[in-house]
């Protein structure tokens, strides 16, 4: 499975995820099936590779190519000529598999009738396995129950580790655990069993190791320096704004100040309407490749809403105390500046400064909405209310 399928995968079940009364959508590419939706119940029959995403996903049928399913509830009852690929919270895997199987959840399970014909790797906090394998199994979870034919090698990692009547390793059984166990002989005789112990001095050293090759928490020279970047940025940006488009830039300043609550609603309006394309996108299936750019879009907004925020009101303020109303634009620079500064001074403060931040990305956002619309449906200027008369000849 390719990193870009399984990101197309995982980005369909994360925003249909949040639809649950949306319809299946159904599309095909050569030899892809694609399904998408809320719930999603399928009896399928493709040529290719499946691309199921749902909430709540339910297939059945058979494919020729690989299958791939993603939602919260997981349900797969279908067959796969090649590999399998399952992720949710609660993952049933009922199907065979003539290739490899991967899963992983918090409650992961196979069944007698999931016959894996190649390699299995589990991984979730429950995971059980009744489903036999021909080839190896990897598991990984907090309690694992085994129960079924292993044909290869297995290599268990657990918290608890217990077996079921049907449990047969054919291989050799690597278990890790805290404490050793006792493997049935059943299972797989005392030769063929390897226990590598798992404590919790040793998970503390391998954090401690971990967190040698992580960046140390930052000192003050190193936030001072983020800081002094961050203000750099936002003072180039300031400037270009100012150099590029001054009449457009005060026109929105004063649209602010002129109606500041109405700003704020456009504001509030124009980034639903951002966040809401993040799903509408990808509901599509043919529009989740743009997905990314809708974030990054969304991004660039919240950034420009922000400095064209701080702006306005440092220019309020500035108007307020008795300042020229259109000061030089190096003065203008130096206000914007003094904002940036008494803004990242309220962050230390808890609320208050997100309350502050935010509200000033509303303001610029809804500026730059109010001027959208503007551009887009035009400005009719003042209405005049004049009685037409008809003319006596």
Known sequence: MSIRQTAMTTLAALCICTTSTAETVTLQNGNDTFFAGGQVSETIDARGDTFLAARSAQVRGATQGDLHVSGFDVSVSADATEDLYAIGANVVIRGAVAEDLSAAGFSVRTEQTSQTQ?????????????????????????????????KGDARILAQTLSFGPGAVVSGTLTYSTQEKIAVPERVAPAERVVFEAIKDAQLWEAWEDMGK??????????????FVISLLFFLVLGALMLGFMPKRLSKMRKSIAAAPGQTLLLGVIGLSVLFGMVPITALTIVGLPFAPIVVLAIVVAWTLGYALGAYSVAMRIWAGLGGAPEPSNVARLLIYAGAIIFIALLNFIPFVGWVANYTLVLLGIGAMTNALFQTLIGNPGVALDIDLKPIDD
Not at 213 to 226: H, I, K, R, V, W
Request: glycine content about 12%; overall charge negative; cysteine-free.
């Open 213 to 226: 090759d992580m960046p140390a928490f930052p000192t003050f020279a190193s936030l001072l320096f983020g």
């Open 118 to 150: 190649g390699n299995a790797r589990l991984m979730g906090n429950t995971v059980t396995i009744e489903g036999p394998v021909t080839g190896v199994l990897s598991v990984m979870g907090r309690d694992v129950i085994l129960n079924a034919p292993i």
